[in-house]
Structure formats: C-alpha cells, structure tokens
Nanobody, 112 residues
Framework: QVQLVESGGGLVQPGGSLRLSCAAS????????VGWYRQAPGKEREWIGT???????DYADSLKGRFTISRDNAKSAAYLRMNGLKPEDTAVYYC??????WGQGTQVTISS
C-alpha cells in the first residue's frame, strides 16, 4: 500500500523559510516523479512544481526562485524548500507521487 506523509508545516512569519518533507513507502520511490501542490482556503489546488525520477525540476512560473524541490532516493523522500514566505503562501501543502498517490497534506500559515 502506497503511503505519502508530508511534514514540516507550521506557523512562520513573513519573510521566513520552511522545508517540507514528503516521505513515501510502499512504492519504488526512485522510479517516480514527485509533485508538490498547495490549496489555499476557498481556492483550487495549485501546482507548485515537480521533480522527476532523474531529479530534473520544473516549477510554476509564479514560484520560481523562491521554492526549490529536491529528493533523496535513499530515504524515499522529497522536499520543498520555501524562502521569502508571504501571507499568500498560506495553504495546505501536498505531495503527489507517480501522478496518482496523494499525501494528507501539511498546513503552512504565514502570519505575523
């Protein structure tokens, strides 16, 4: 059974940074791309970016330069590093693997 568990969310002041983790189990992690998404209250889920099985990355234009995705295949984990956080980055953040399996999400709140 495939499981994805996101962690690392929390309350951060504007301008701060966070690193979210996505831990996978039940899947041959290094064979699959991992995508990160977010959903703010009252809004549709938004794609942030994707890291391929070969660790190439692609990002939403609006988030390039502030958000960085990486992976550690030995740990079956992917990461989302977020810098220069803004109140509008407040959302539940999700990872998705293989285009199919979703984690439960982790809340990120940016507020002073």
């Amino acid at each position: 059974q495939v499981q994805l568990v996101e962690s690392g969310g929390g309350l951060v002041q504007p301008g701060g940074s966070l690193r979210l983790s996505c831990a996978a189990s039940g899947i041959i992690f290094n064979k699959y791309s991992v995508g990160w998404y977010r959903q703010a209250p009252g809004k549709e889920r938004e794609w942030i970016g994707t890291i391929s099985s070969l660790s190439t990355t692609d990002y939403a234009d609006s988030l390039k330069g502030r958000f960085t995705i990486s992976r550690d295949n030995a740990k079956s984990a992917a990461y989302l590093r977020m810098n220069g956080l803004k109140p509008e980055d407040t959302a539940v953040y999700y990872c998705k693997i293989g285009g199919t399996f979703w984690g439960q999400g982790t809340q990120v709140t940016i507020s002073s």
